[in-house]
Every structure is written in C-alpha cells, then in structure tokens.
C-alpha cells in the first residue's frame, strides 16, 4: 500500500480531478492549493504570489523580472525569492511526506519524494486539442487564446522543474504511471491508479 | 477499438512480454523480430546488421563507424546505410499499418505511425534495479555488466530516436500509456492496456 501519490499534470488534463476523487476514494489528505497556504505561512509571503511562483518560472518580460522572484532580498537573507520559496516548498512537502496519506498535486513532489518507497508517481497528460477543450469547458474564455495559455504555462512549468531538478518534466521513468486522460473516462484513470496504490 | 499498438520500452523492463501476451489476446499479428525480416527482404541487408542498426546509434568507438553505418554507399545511392535502413523500415511500418491489426514493438513506430487515430502508443519502464535482475534471470550474465549493457542501449536508442524522430525518447505526451513494470504483474499490465484498445 502506498501512503503517498504526487500528481504531475499537463493543464486542463483533468490530473487535479483525478488527484481529488483519489484523495477521497482513499480517504487521504489532498494537498494543492492547501500546500500554498502552508508555504505562505512558513515563508511569510503572500499566497497568490506563492501559488504562480511555486510551480512556474518567471514570464519572460524584459528587465521587470530582475526585480521580482528572480532577485536577492534582504527578506530572504540575499537569497533570490524564487529560491527561497522552492526552499521553503520542499521543507513543507517533506513534512506532510512524514505526515498521514496523502495525495499532493505538481510542486515538483515527484522529485522532492522520489526516494521514497511509500510514494507513488502518477503523471497526467493529454493532446492540446483535449485540453484546450477542458480548459473552455471549465475555465471559460479569456483573453488570451486556450492555446497561448496553454503553451505559455507548459513551458514555465517545464523551465521551473529543470531548474530545480535538473530533470526533463513529463520523462516516463519519472512516474510508475503516465495515462492520457482522452482515452478514458476520469474515474476509469482513478480505478487504475487506486488499484496500484493498494499492491 | 484500436487496430495497432505500438509498444516501446526500456531494455529488461518486460515490455516485449506484455507486447507478445497482448498480440495473443487480441489475435493481433506481432511483429519484432519479424519487422528486421521484412526490412531484410526490402533492402537488401542482413538481418542481423539491421537489428543492430534499426533501433540503436552506432557505438563510438573512433572512427570505425564513419566506415559502416554512418557512411554513403554506392548500394544506397550515396545516402549513408543508416538513413536508408531508416527510410526502408519506415515504408515498411507504414505498410504493415494498413494491413491486418497488429503490435510493433519500438522501432520508432510510436513516431511513425503517430497520426493514425487507430493506434494505441504504450511505453514500457521500470527501475534500474528491476532491469538488471530482470536481464541476469532472461539472459544470463555475459562479460559486460548488466547495468553498463542497460546504460549503453539507453543511450544509443535515445541518440537513434532523437536523430529520426526529433522528439525525445520516453517522453509521456508521446504514448497513451506509460507503465513501470516493477509495481504491477506482467498480466495486470496486458489488461490495462486490453481495456484501452477496446475503449
């Protein structure tokens, strides 16, 4: 029996959804924006600018990010903010890790976690035309194309693991499962995945 | 209901047993070795040159291969043998999908045959560890240690499919399902993915 499952997604694959009727068939705990309020907490810093810098490198917008997650602060003891805060992230992942079951959604805790034999690493994916799909269906229109969102987040996300892990985000070998959720219906992803927590 | 699947998988992960076990179940032909016969037919080539070189990047060892598989030929109209095999084991895949239902495992065919909506794309993984005991119990011990010989196929692999396919090997986004073996029967494998071909 596995006592931990990190859930990496692509955007508007249905992975959070996934990760949550998990969490509750399981009846574990569910850490995705929970966890950004704990690293708000312990960092001190605001939870909305945790939650886009906690997963995402920076958007590529001139000099304006030197000043922002990218530069050192005195608050942080020189240390760039970004830095930081990845600091802070894995202390906390590492934490609820020690903690009861749960179910943790991206933050990298598919690397923070891997050598853990009580971790199970599940990544969910599908193809763009899917998830622009997803994304119109259950976020609405915005003023940025679905697909432009779409890329744009993937990227920053795929930059930001790298960084910090020195791993390709979205590698095979990375999880015990990757499924492409537009082949099958979302509860019959959870079954599969239920059934691998329980070996 | 999915007429070919494409199996790709890590070296001693047992991904050429699940492919075997599915192709029976299915009554799907099966093609592996079978595939290296036709492409000898074809071309012109020895079977066991082209096992060597359909699948793996020569060895760097100096430069002995500028004179092999790396290098143009009369026989092949001055394209280097590498290039032509990889022109003729393509046709031959493409062939093959339009004939009867069937498994093709590796041979970049997840890449070839990545636009067809009747194909089911799985790739095959498992830990290290796994492998090497996996390899030792099926193919014995030889004068280079397992891990060197998993290492070494990894590479040249990898190095194959990023030359023809411009992708990267074992990424998620390109197969429907990604399995490590390690965590789950050989047969429990085969239904999970019988129960996607069907869908």
């Keep these: 029996m596995k006592k931990i499952i990190t859930v990496s997604r692509e955007f508007g694959s249905g992975g ?18 929970e966890l950004v309020e704990q690293v708000a907490l312990e960092s001190g810093f605001d939870a909305a600018f945790i939650a886009e810098h906690s997963e995402f490198a920076p958007k590529k917008s001139g000099l304006g990010f030197l000043f922002t997650a990218e530069s050192g602060s005195p608050l942080t003891g020189g240390m760039s903010t970004a830095d930081f805060l990845w600091c802070v992230q894995r202390e906390v992942i590492l ?10 959604v991206g933050r990298c805790a598919d690397y923070i976690l891997k050598d853990r034999p009580d971790a199970l690493h599940v990544f969910i994916h599908a193809p763009l ?10 976020y609405g229109q915005s003023d940025v194309a679905p ?4 890329e744009d987040k993937g990227k920053r996300r795929s930059r930001y693991y790298r960084r910090y892990t020195g791993r390709e985000w979205g590698m095979s070998e990375n999880y015990n499962i990757s499924l492409d959720t537009s082949l099958m219906s ?4 959870v079954d599969i995945i239920e059934e691998m927590v329980k070996q």
Tied chains: 1, 2.
Excluded: F, Q, S
């Design 186 to 189: 979302i509860d019959r992803c």
């Design 95 to 104: 934490k609820l890790a020690e903690g009861e079951p749960c179910v943790i």
């Design 16 to 33: 959070r959804t996934i990760a949550k009727k998990l969490a509750e068939r399981l009846g574990y705990k569910y850490y995705d924006k």
């Design 129 to 138: 035309a899917y998830r622009i799909d997803h994304v119109l269906t259950h």
């Design 147 to 150: 697909e432009v969102r779409l």
